[in-house]
């Protein structure tokens, strides 16, 4: 069974928790946290602690930090014996022997359920055997399991902000569009729907709907002179012009 110590106790950090708990090859051992507070969740489950120095033993410990803090935490605990991997997309791997990267590609947000064996993890490691027990770990816990190098995970992680947080930023503006009408935001869910199957199994590109598609002019000035916040405007209009010179290329 491999051991675990977890750092960090945010979206992330508790999703792999849970995750990693339910493995039957893994051992959740300890959950760092510098503010004692945090530690709560985890008290009656697994050992916790505030203090780098208290860490146990393990195969693996999972950074689970900030960007910014990453490598602070990362250096103060080097003498460790056991794999110490990160888990950010954007974040290159560090350059210690023993250092690694452990990113589950995944929006992550406490108290949401989710089917673990679907999410890609995307590893990297500095030698072949760390290789094989990021590999082993991951392949516990789900079937989508990939090496992938600093520079192909950042790639990712940037597309992954457009087709997620960008996303999602445009559902709120939908949202608040619905509201100043008093319209409910629930009648939108079954387009949403509809838009995220199609993807599974099309080209982004080709299954593209909509005023600016089809070059609807007359929609479209309609559409802009109905929005009430600047910043909808020039999202609405940027994204309009987005699609026309896409698709004019193709």
């Known amino acids: ?145 990939f090496n992938i190098s600093s520079a192909q995970r950042q790639t990712l992680h940037l597309a992954a902000v457009f087709v997620c947080n960008f996303t999602n930023h445009l559902y709120a503006i939908g949202e608040t569009i619905c509201k100043e009408d008093d319209m409910p935001f629930d009648i939108l869910k079954a387009l949403i729907q509809e838009t995220s199957a199609k993807v599974q199994t099309n080209s982004p590109s080709d299954v593209q709907t909509g005023p600016a598609i089809r070059k609807d002019e007359s929609s479209i000035q309609k559409h802009m002179s109905q929005l009430r916040h600047q910043n909808h405007l020039e999202i609405y209009r940027l994204l309009t012009q987005s699609i026309l010179q896409k698709h004019d290329k193709l």
Do not use: W
Request: glycine fraction near 4%; charged fraction near 20%; hydrophobic fraction near 40%.
């Open 1 to 145: 069974m491999f051991s675990i110590v977890i750092l960090g106790t945010g979206n992330v950090a508790t999703h792999l928790f849970q995750a990693l708990r339910a493995s039957e090859k893994c051992d959740v051992i300890q959950v760092y946290n510098h503010q004692p507070e945090s530690l709560k969740a985890f008290e009656e489950l697994t050992a916790t602690t505030t203090d780098l120095s208290e860490l146990m033993e393990a195969d693996l410990y999972l950074l689970c930090l900030k960007d910014d803090v990453i490598k602070t935490i990362a250096e103060q605990i080097q003498t460790k014996t056991g794999v110490i991997a990160h888990t950010s997309g954007s974040q290159s791997i560090l350059e210690a022997s023993n250092s690694a990267v452990f990113y589950p590609l995944q929006t992550f947000s406490k108290g949401t359920k989710l089917d673990y064996s679907k999410i890609p993890f995307c590893l990297e490691a500095n030698s072949e055997e760390h290789e094989k027990l990021l590999k082993a770990i991951a392949s516990s816990i789900s079937s989508e399991v």
